[in-house]
């Protein structure tokens, strides 16, 4: 993201309840990114920032783990050298673990709060290597490991890797069910008192979902567009959407007009009043999380 677009976004990000950094991308690659946490730790709220931890090191290591603190989530799916290289497409999953348990001893040298949680993608191609992955999470001394479903994905072909009932996946096979809740005891068993362990269910529940998005949210792009969902952006790169959503749904570009004001603006108003009058509305329509609605009628997704 050019730091323009980050600036002049600011003033409006400092009265947000809670700002997260993540992206398309990867959010290290951004020289900015200590600057961008500082900048927004004046606030009460709460700050995360999510990475792959490959570039976790070095400078950027040293500036993350005396910035004030915010929750670093770092994702690593696979607990061996050839699934990550497998799930991710390189063969890095020692540098990534490594960054990570460094980062760790960084942060406690510098008695900082930030939190540091593992994310783990289970897919079918990787959860049994959950146990492998928490022991590894054990021994880096994270804070916290959370096992989180595969929700979306490039093609709907992919979501076959998903195991789970949500709405786009194939339905939940018993016998995956079974495997799964011995492997989750496993994993219990490995990180007992010492790491807490978020493990999501295989059922679907609103319970690990994020509270009403379209309503509340808003997603900054590195362009400056800005929309009520990540997964609105004018790249359309939402999957399996049918059909696609005009240009008009993005709501302004903070290189234009003030982020207060796109806030402000009619047409996020519009999107906001459609979800709580139960309706869809048009740029959802196709989306696979509006085929499954919290009990509020809202899309709890992202
Ligand atoms: S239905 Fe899809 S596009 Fe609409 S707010 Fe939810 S996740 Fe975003």
Known sequence: ??????????????????????GWGE?????????????VSTRDYQTALVTNGLLLDGEMAEKLASAPPFTLNVSIDAGTRETYAKVRGRDRFEQAVDNLTEFMKRRNRHHSRTGVEWIYVMMKSNFRELPRAVALARRSGVDKFTAKHLELAATRQFMDEAIWNYPTSPDLAPELAEEMAAIEDECRRIAEGKLILNFHPLIHTDEYWGKSGPVFKM????????????????????????PGFDRNWILGNVLEKPLEQIIESEVYRDFQNEWLSQTVPPPCRGCPFSLRLGEDGLCHAL
């Open 27 to 39: 959010t290290l690659m951004s020289p900015y990114a200590p600057e961008w946490l500082e900048a």
């Open 219 to 242: 997603f900054l792009s590195h362009e400056g567009n800005v929309t009520a969902c990540s997964l609105i952006s004018p790249n359309n790169h939402r999957p399996f959407s049918d």
């Open 1 to 22: 993201m050019p730091r323009a677009v980050f600036l002049n976004s600011l003033p409006a990000l400092q009265k947000i309840e809670s700002v997260v950094f993540a």
